[in-house]
């Protein structure tokens, strides 16, 4: 669980490294999905509203949480764990927005998709 955890603080941390300033920067994750791939395998964000998402990790395993828009920052809970937010978001993430990070794990690569993707 605690990887899972991680990994989804990892992801949406990642969309914050997207590009130019935005009104709502959690606007285009409503009802799309947020897939990673990285050495830890493939996790999905489902966001279907501006307050729930739903988290399934490399196992199968799915996780509610909570996100919202503090300015431009996005910001999670997901399962029992604290709050986390992201760096200042430079573009919204939308459908067809991708990207490739660089964590402490590795090359993570993240793409937005339409609806939910699971």
């Given at each position: 669980?605690?990887?899972?955890?991680?990994?989804?603080?990892?992801?949406?941390?990642?969309?914050?490294?997207?590009?130019?300033?935005?009104?709502?920067?959690?606007?285009?994750?409503?009802?799309?999905?947020?897939?990673?791939?990285?050495?830890?395998?493939?996790?999905?964000?489902?966001?279907p509203d501006t307050s729930s998402i739903v988290v399934k990790g490399a196992d199968g395993?799915?996780v509610p949480g909570t996100w919202r828009v503090d300015g431009n920052k996005i910001c999670?809970?997901?399962?029992?764990?604290?709050?986390?937010?992201?760096?200042?978001?430079?573009?919204?993430?939308?459908?067809?927005?991708?990207?490739?990070?660089?964590?402490?794990?590795?090359?993570?690569?993240?793409?937005?998709?339409?609806?939910?993707?699971?």
């Open positions: 669980m605690k990887k899972l955890v991680l990994a989804a603080a990892f992801a949406v941390s990642s969309l914050a490294l997207a590009g130019a300033a935005h009104a709502n920067v959690g606007a285009g994750l409503v009802g799309n999905t947020v897939t990673l791939t990285g050495p830890s395998g493939v996790m999905k964000i489902y966001y395993a799915e999670t809970t997901v399962g029992e764990n604290p709050e986390n937010c992201t760096d200042a978001v430079e573009e919204a993430p939308t459908v067809g927005s991708s990207g490739t990070i660089e964590g402490e794990q590795g090359a993570v690569q993240w793409a937005v998709s339409e609806g939910k993707d699971f």
